[in-house]
């Protein structure tokens, strides 16, 4: 048996779903029905799903969602100038209206002649890039360019909370090292945003909810790094975690003094 898992990429203003179905003898699975199914993760671990005609996020026991689209199986032209099949499955979403950047969402794709006959992904939604790639982008300072590549990707949530950049770099400079440590270090960046919902926050600190941070619950587990602020009026600003614990669902940070509160729904990275 032989999968290559599910793909998900984010572009301007739509998610692209990919996968490659294999069935129980590893041949390319290309008929019969594949279902794609969008679950949000709450932060009481209840699923809400994805109404593909309302284009909203439906709880358990509410209403009778929308709750599938069907993927297309797509062919490639060979030598010869025929079309042959892949075996690879696409689909496409283009309404992010009620996509949160941040929020963990759970990607759940079914075709019965494949085996497994499911298989899920969990990815953190990086927001919607529709603004932010347009225009002259001249004079933007490093705060900018990192928030405009991050929201780049759809990130993987997985690894202990590490975000995931969709891309391999094998050089930099001509230096294969450098790209293998440029590696090593962006799996250690985390994205956040911050919460003010429960605890409205100082000018020294402030909590999120961020799944990909919640996840580390020893207290001090940040300490000692960096907290570059990439929207807001604290954009640009960089300030050194001092005291991080865990405060019910959210985690709190310490930092040095900022300028002012930050914000709900501010976003930060952690370096």
């Not at 993760?41 to 209403?63: C, K, M, Q, R, S």
């Not at 929201?151 to 997985?158: K, N």
Request: hydrophobic share 40%; no cysteine.
């Amino acid at each position: 048996m032989t999968t290559s898992g599910v793909n998900i990429r984010q572009t301007t203003g739509r998610i692209l779903f990919r996968v490659s179905l294999k069935d129980a003898a590893g041949a390319k699975v290309t008929s019969g029905t594949t279902e794609l199914r969008v679950y949000r993760l709450e932060d009481d671990g209840t699923l809400d799903v994805y109404d593909w005609t309302t284009n909203d996020f439906v709880a358990p026991g509410a209403g009778t969602p929308d709750d599938e689209t069907t993927m297309v199986h797509r062919q490639r032209r060979d030598s010869t100038g025929a079309d042959v099949n892949t075996g690879v499955w696409t689909a496409v979403l283009s309404t992010l209206t009620n996509f949160v950047a941040g929020t963990i969402y759970i990607i759940q794709i079914t075709n019965t002649n494949a085996f497994p006959e499911s298989q899920e992904r969990e990815i953190q939604f990086g927001g919607d890039i529709q603004a932010g790639l347009t225009g002259d982008l001249t004079g933007k300072v490093i705060g900018d360019g990192i928030t405009e590549i991050l929201a780049l990707g759809v990130w993987a949530a997985a690894d202990e909370g590490n975000s995931v950049f969709p891309a391999n770099a094998i050089q930099i400079g001509g230096s294969s090292p450098a790209a293998a440590r440029l590696a090593l270090g962006s799996n250690s960046i985390f994205i956040g945003v911050v919460d003010t919902s429960v605890f409205g926050g100082t000018a020294s600190r402030f909590e999120t909810d961020s799944a990909a941070i919640t996840v580390f619950t020893a207290t001090g587990h940040f300490n000692n790094r960096v907290i570059f602020f990439t929207s807001g009026n604290l954009q640009g600003q960089a300030v050194e975690i001092q005291g991080y614990t865990i405060q019910g669902s959210n985690a709190r940070f310490v930092v040095s003094e900022m300028t002012e509160v930050p914000a709900n729904n501010d976003t930060f990275i952690i370096v």
